[in-house]
């Protein structure tokens, strides 16, 4: 695939990163390069190869479950942009 | 008596009482003053600092020091979250944040006693070989050609950490290696580059990037140094439960640098006409150094060594777009106003990032969307085993691998290529280790006709860290070569 204009704005939408008009041809440009790069995999055999996607060989480990005093609701608070009480303030969400 | 200090040579003075922790400090604080025009630390914790070193000297009178390197001043890259103390990824969109906890590593640097001096510059979010990607500005590399006054990048990601200890800006630092960021940088600026093993150091608290291959490591002036850094930070942490649990070794204490018998493998996928003479001499030279001193060559071949950086520039910008989508602008960080709250997420990452983040976020969402998952992501994750094969193999034949860390030395700041993918080439040596989750380390080796440090990497397999620093410190020993700066930027 090729990123033109509209699957640009799209490709923008789903990472909801606004895509200004003037940045439209140099990052379909690079983004273009970038893809034609890493598309020279296509070339390399992976039929019966499994996909690894961690290089740590160990079983996933629990720990016991209990509550221990960390990350306060006041202290998170703390680097919000916007806060009233206990709670973020966002734009408004429902009609 | 306090130019370019070891981690080893610093605490024999504290030691020997020739000089407090405070003094020590002191001094470390002027050269940070003197250095600004290198750009390295995004924040100085100068009354932190002095604190902290006026209690380590009362540690020291009352004999309750908390280890042997109590009071010695390091810096940190700016992703490790640190507790009350700005931190910023080196980003817009994090530039007024304060954690309120601080991440494992800097807490076990704490609890050894080591000082941090503050936060260093580096990439932004750590995606970038050269530091040009901060948005702090660049750093400079205290090395430049000879009688010139061109400036250099210092490589990167963590440039600051490179920078700051090649200029003596700090004693030693902390960084952290996604691709290449500990060693691309610690070649550039003639240091010491460590990467452990996947999971040997843990990685919480550390602003994540690409959550299967970061892993955060020392820079330093020495191989000993190194060692001394790896045990402070490395170790199993509940908070990550992909630290492992393999018992840790006490690395500074075991450090043997006899390489009799050893096998070092001499990988011909990493031999390239595009290789600078003079580093492809300094990898000469290197081998015959070791097959000198009783280690035997082997030549090897690692046949996926060309398929590791397209991979890579999958599965890192894959991992990062979902990294990154943390950064909404609701719970903090930068937030700018828009019309509802997806205009308000969409302004404030647009804003918030710069242009090589916002590249790896959206090519990590492409590869990663309905339709391309098989194509791209679920591919990148199958090569990355062929090449983690391939390290399996060689590891069968040789204990340990040596390659050039980067196929140039430093390069201009002002060469701004026009391709990103360009910039990617410079992690074409060092990117296959994390792919592989190995550990690997640069060390500084020669000089190039420019006047410029060359690095060479060895690489060992899976926590086999005693092992590389072992070999590392055979090359060090052996090759007396001091990689140390004009300082012209006190002049």
Known sequence: ?95 | MTENLSIKQASDLLKSKHISSKELIQTYLKKIKAGKELNCFNFISEETALLDATKSDERRASNSLKGDFDGIPIGVKDLFCTQGILTTASSKILSNFIPNYESTVTMNCKESGLISLGKLNCDEFAMGSTNKTSYFGPVKNPWRPKDSKIDLVPGGSSGGSAAAVAADLCIASLGTDTGGSIRQPASFTGTVGLKPSYGRVSRWGIVAFASSLDQAGPITKTVDDAAIMLDIISGHDKKDSTSSIKEKENYSKNINSNVKGMKIGFPKEFMSDDLPKSTLKAWEECKDLLKSNGAEIINISLPHTMSALPTYYIIAPAEASSNLARYDGVRYGLREKGNDLIDMYERTRSEGFGDEVKRRILIGTYVLSSGYYDAYYLKAQKVRSLIKDDFNKAFEKVDAILTPSTPSTAFEIANEPNDPVQNYFNDIFTVPVNLAGIPGISLPFANDEKNLPIGLQLITNSFEEQKLLNIAKNIEETVQYQAVPEKWWTQ
Do not use: C, W
């Open chain 1, 1 to 95: 695939m090729e990123f033109d204009k509209k699957n640009l704005l799209k490709l923008g939408k789903l990472a909801r990163i606004l895509i200004k008009d003037e940045n439209l041809d140099s990052l379909s440009e690079d983004l273009n390069s970038i893809l034609k790069f890493v598309d020279q995999l296509k070339e390399i055999k992976t039929d019966h190869v499994d996909p690894t996607s961690n290089s740590l060989e160990q079983i996933l480990l629990s720990r016991k479950d209990i509550v221990e005093k960390i990350n306060e609701t006041e202290d998170i608070l703390e680097n919000a942009p916007e806060k009233e009480m206990e709670f973020y303030v966002v734009p408004k969400v429902i009609e």
